[in-house]
Structures are given as C-alpha cells and as structure tokens.
C-alpha cells in the first residue's frame, strides 16, 4: 500500500485553546492569561464559546521568549478582534489584517477588551502547523 503525497496531510487542523474565568464570575477586563506556543503554526481561524450569553471582546498580543512579556503593541488581531456580540459563541476565518503566523516558543496573552455577563469563554485559535 502505498500513500500518494497529494492526499496525505501530514499537518492536520490543530487548536490553541484557552479557557478565560471561572464559570461562577463575570469575567474581569485585562489580562486573563496566557499560553506559550508548543509549535510553529499558522493561524486559519479564531473561535469563542460562552457558557452563557453575552458580550465579549478579546485582544490577542503575541511575542518572542526573548521579548516576554508582551503588551498591547503586540496585537496580532488589527482591527478584526474575536468578539461575541449579544449571543452565546462567534467564528471568524477571515481573520483580516491579522498576523497569522505563530513560532514555537511565542507566548499569547488573551486580553480581554469588554465584557458583559459571560462567566466563562474559551477562545480557541484554529491552525494548522508549518
């Protein structure tokens, strides 16, 4: 049996997920955490899911180990910034203006811009490795 190099993928979809507050509080505005990147990846959409409707609106920065930690001037989401608006989850593919690619060893921090009754929201970046 032999597998032809046009049908096999030998990156599959990964995600790059994390969980912001704790289920019982209305999550807080700033930094609510981070995650360092396992391996280089490229970013092909962008997910949240609540555990309740809402509102919410959260900024991703990126930066080097060497440049850790990052700041606001590091946001890879331009002016399309992952947001729930009145519902209870959204999807973005288009990801427009963003920096798309991810290194290993980056670090996210998730900031959250605004929010409005969620208690719980995982953001979840969709990718694929490079």
Known sequence: MSIQNDKFDPSPPADLAYMIGDGENTISTGINGWL?????????????????SGSIVIDIWKD???????????????SAVPTISSAIKSQDTTLTG????????????????SV?????CLISLKVEKT
């Open 98 to 113: 963003w920096t798309k690619s991810l290194t290993k060893g980056d670090y996210l921090y998730f900031n959250v811009d």
């Open 64 to 78: 080097s180990y060497a440049n850790y930690p990052p700041t606001d001037d590091d946001s890879i989401t331009a």
């Open 36 to 52: 360092p990147v396992p391996f280089s990846c490229t970013i092909v959409g962008v997910e949240l899911t609540a555990n309740e």
């Open 116 to 120: 409005t009754t969620i208690k719980g």
